[in-house]
């Protein structure tokens, strides 16, 4: 049982580039959600997804795009990175969206 | 607009102290209240929990207080410890979302 595992753990990308930020969980959870980790801002919810094929924009959902074909996976798209993308983002999922469990982080540096 | 505000951004205690970290927020849908606790390059991991059916929940040295009519809740930890310095979070569910706080950068002196 891994629970929530995000790839890659780090990555630098320049501006303009794409890349997708994978999250997979193996629990079964219908619920997950994207975050990022600002210094002083907390953790701000980017999207959230209650089931396969159905996700939502959270507070900040701007240069995101999610989608969620399976249950498992929730992967975070951005489609022209920019340097106020850099932070930190970490997937999370739960059975009720009660307690989340979350996964150990992808550091995302935007130059 | 931060739809849960925590105060304080950071706070030191010495050992043996309390730690008390303070939460409000606006919305009275709001449905569930957790803690979480984050160490170092780990992502959180839930804490404790409350609901707005109860005045108060303690689980070993955590306690949350929480206070309906103010729409205020806070987390006490007694009898601090090194072992406690991380960052916690508080976070408030409604309409199927979780939105967290600011967070509070915690530090227990030995």
């Known amino acids: 049982n891994a629970g929530v595992t995000q790839t890659p753990k780090f990555q630098v990308l320049k501006t303009g580039q794409s890349m997708t930020l994978q999250c997979a969980q193996d629990?079964?959870?219908?619920?997950m959600s994207w975050y990022r980790q600002d210094p002083g801002m907390g953790l701000r919810l980017i999207h959230y997804?209650?089931?396969?094929?159905?996700?939502d924009q959270g507070e900040v959902p701007n240069g995101y795009n999610v989608s969620r074909s399976t249950t498992e996976d929730f992967p975070l798209r951005l489609l022209s990175a920019a340097p106020s993308q850099t932070s930190v983002y970490f997937c999370?999922?739960?059975?009720?969206?009660?307690?989340?469990?979350f996964g150990s982080g992808t550091r995302l540096t935007v130059v | 607009q931060q739809q849960v505000k925590q105060s304080p951004q950071s706070l030191i205690v010495q050992k043996g102290g309390i730690s008390i970290i303070n939460c409000a927020y606006e919305?009275?849908?709001?449905?569930?209240f957790p803690w979480y606790q984050q160490f170092p390059g780990k992502g959180p991991a839930l804490l404790i929990a409350?609901?707005?059916?109860?005045s108060e929940k303690k689980e070993g040295r955590f306690t949350i207080s929480f206070n309906k009519s103010a729409k205020q809740f806070s987390l006490h930890i007694m009898d601090s410890q090194p072992g406690d310095s991380a960052t916690y979070f508080c976070?408030?569910?409604?309409?199927?979302?979780?939105?967290f706080g600011q967070g509070t950068r915690l530090t227990i002196n030995p």
């Open positions: 999370a999922s739960s059975p009720t969206a009660h307690g989340y469990t």
């Open positions: 409350i609901r707005p059916d109860v």
């Open positions: 919305n009275t849908a709001f449905d569930y």
């Open positions: 976070a408030a569910r409604g309409a199927q979302k979780l939105v």
């Open positions: 629990m079964n959870h219908e619920y």
């Open positions: 997804s209650v089931g396969a094929g159905i996700t």
